[in-house]
């Protein structure tokens, strides 16, 4: 049977399909660049596992208490040699993304400190850990005070602005890599490694820590390879590679690390406790496949961003800039072409597909939500997803995809959706 035509049973047509396809030719030296990453990201992690000497034993858990439980602690080391870290905490313990960020701010700095973000508007979430909008147990609420610093106009860095902001009270500044679901450029870790000379030179006792979230093995080298003392996310992201049912992880300086074991747990315990359950074959598992996974999902987003590009839509990258992170956005200025996006993401998943995502007044947004995720991991957000608030400019986030197979297919319906609404008129 000829590809067009299973297309054309999933409600693609074959203008559609056709017009993708030759998209797809012009990215392929660019795809070719991406294996080549994932192949030294690949070779990384096995190495990484080799020397912490990954045994058949570390698949299995513990309960209880988990003392001594050798897959957690060698897991741990597997994640200090990817990173090029002392240390680091990786637990099912640590709930999410927002979670681990919140645990690394919480444990290293104390009443009296100061938190600075050189890079303007952290993560929405974090607005309320840090206390930017009031919120029970922030951080302001045990007297830690935040300076941020916007970047400049055309995204660089406002190095005068920094050096201004940074007093004797500055612990700990935090740079968050992927724009997450602003407008702003995500950094380079290059990017990242100037930002943290600088403010070493100034300080050298500043902590910088990295919120990693959607960026780890999308280059070869990692934030902590260029100076940053913490690097931190969410295993329903890239590293846990799609396997990974729960879990955040925190790598770095063994100082820092410590720190932030002792306040998981309790003071004396720190990681000596926190029983692993059955994840750790997941984690283990998840981390091998991550390279090409994240591979998988960046390709995904070039070919998203040249398929709506081409038919004369807006999109953040754009089709041919260099990528730092794995998400996509593209803008419709229509609330209906958001909801046609999602709706077609939403159709195309292994789970949940028969479910049409609509417009919903979601906790903590201030318009209605949609959002599209049949996964196999509730949530997770480095399988094939999309969201995007009802608002101007109409803009939705998309990301993930476990293999690009899916993801293409996501996205052919996706366009065939925002098609059918009437917003694409004719394909060259
Ligand atoms: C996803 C994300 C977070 C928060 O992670 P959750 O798992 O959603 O809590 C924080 N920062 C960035 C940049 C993210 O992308």
Known sequence: MKTENIYRSFGIEDSTFFYANQILDELKERFLKIDEIAEINQLKVIKAMQDARVSEACLLGTSGYGYSDIGRDTLEKVYANIFHTEDALVRPQITCGTHALALALMSNLRPGDELLSPVGKPYDTLEEVIGIRESKGSLKEYGISYRQV???????????GIKNAINERTKLVTIQRSKGYQTRKTLSVEKIGELIAFVKKIRPDIICMVDNCYGEFVQTIEPSDVGADMVVGSLIKNPGGGLAPIGGYIAGKKECVENAAFRLTSPGLGKEVGASLGVLKDFYQGLFLAPTVTANALKGAIFASACFEKAGFSVIPDSKEERFDIIQAVTFHKKEGVIAFCQGIQAAAPVDSFVE???????GYDSQVIMAAG?????????????????????VYFQGGLTFEHAKFGILKAFQAVKNAGLIKELS
């Open 150 to 160: 916007e970047l400049l106009e055309n995204g660089d860095f406002d190095f005068e």
């Open 357 to 363: 995502p609509q417009p919903w007044d979601m906790p």
């Open 375 to 395: 996964a196999f991991v509730s949530g997770s957000s480095i399988e094939l997803s999309a969201d995007g608030p009802i608002k101007p400019p109409y803009a």
